[in-house]
């Protein structure tokens, strides 16, 4: 049976107290975040540890009347510190009572849409981490795990894009408990005060002010936790995404152990479709994929088309 996780839609309109489903049309903003499970921390705090296990016990074959040396299995203990992601807003006072629906609704929509802003930026944040495309003061995220921070690493697979600045990435990760996930102390994770009229300090006019914010961290579990594809840009270097290149990613998983989702921005997702259009016996236009080798694709703006060459 699978795992039927608690998602990030779920969080928030039960924090929010909001429509699920106005809700889930501000996720479909940030795809990555809405496929990703949620769950507690370890132990309620705002500390998250987990085990990694990094060594197998040695076992063997033994005759009649001889023994054999015990071992022991090895694990590792990762921790994730949950920070605080803030998405307060507030709006002019009297721009509040001349809005035709009214100050609440106008309080409501400037929170969805802040509410969208912090889940893209949670996104970017699982995908750059502290890196110069996420955000420094955030939490690690995919690229800083020594794991797919080079081309020399196993679960990596190099695109072979050269030019500076003009790169991207698919990656492929596997979701559940003991690889990625979003994890927040649930007793404390999305923070929503009470909406008070106050002063803007920097220019003294009154202004309905929403205090909110969301306790989070990213878990990616172990080496097996996601792949990546390095360096794609068809553009100038003529090195696109292609099935081939998914074929290897998907290779380096464990036998049983495939990744649950394929994540790529839409030029990538382009270059895909037409690489199938290419090789198409048909000459038909290739529909755009939805998935690779039966894992499923999904596009996010978060992730952009101008790293740096990985090496």
């Not at 990762?78 to 709006?91: E, G, K, N, P």
């Not at 309905?208 to 080496?223: D, E, H, R």
């Amino acid at each position: 049976m699978a795992n039927d996780f608690l998602a990030v839609a779920d969080f928030v309109a039960d924090a929010l107290d909001v429509d699920k489903t106005l809700t889930t049309s501000v996720l479909n903003q940030s795809p990555l975040v809405a496929a990703t499970p949620i769950t507690d921390t370890s132990d309620g705090s705002s500390t998250h540890q987990w085990n990694v296990y990094t060594q197998a016990p040695v076992v063997g074959f033994r005759t009649v009347n001889a023994g054999r040396d015990y071992d022991s299995s090895i694990d590792t203990v990762s921790s994730a510190t949950c920070l605080i992601l803030d998405f307060s807003w507030r709006v002019d006072f009297a721009l509040a009572h001349t809005w035709r629906q009214g100050a609440q609704d106008l309080i409501a929509r400037e929170g969805l849409r802040h509410l969208g802003a912090a889940l893209f930026k949670l996104e970017q944040q699982m995908v750059y981490g502290t890196t110069a495309k996420g955000d420094s003061a955030g939490f690690a995220g995919l690229i800083d795990n020594t794991a797919y921070d080079a081309v020399g690493d196993d679960m990596v697979i190099n695109a072979a894009g050269t030019t500076a600045d003009v790169q991207s990435s698919m990656w492929a990760i596997k979701f559940g408990f003991d690889h990625c996930r979003l994890v927040t102390p649930m007793d404390q994770g999305i923070q929503l005060g009470d909406t008070i009229v106050t002063e803007a300090n920097e220019s003294n006019h009154p202004v309905y002010y929403t205090p909110a914010s969301l306790y989070i961290a990213y878990q990616v579990g172990a080496k097996y936790s996601a792949g990546r594809i390095a360096n794609l840009n068809n553009a100038t270097d003529s090195k696109p995404l292609t099935d081939d290149l998914i074929s290897s990613l998907l290779a380096t998983f464990p036998a049983g152990g495939g990744p649950d989702i394929l994540v790529c921005n839409r030029t990538s997702l382009k270059d895909l479709q037409q690489s199938r259009t290419s090789t198409n016996p048909t000459g038909a236009p290739a529909p755009f994929p939805d998935n690779a080798f039966g894992v499923p694709i999904i596009t996010s703006d978060a992730i952009v088309q101008t790293e740096a060459v990985e090496t």
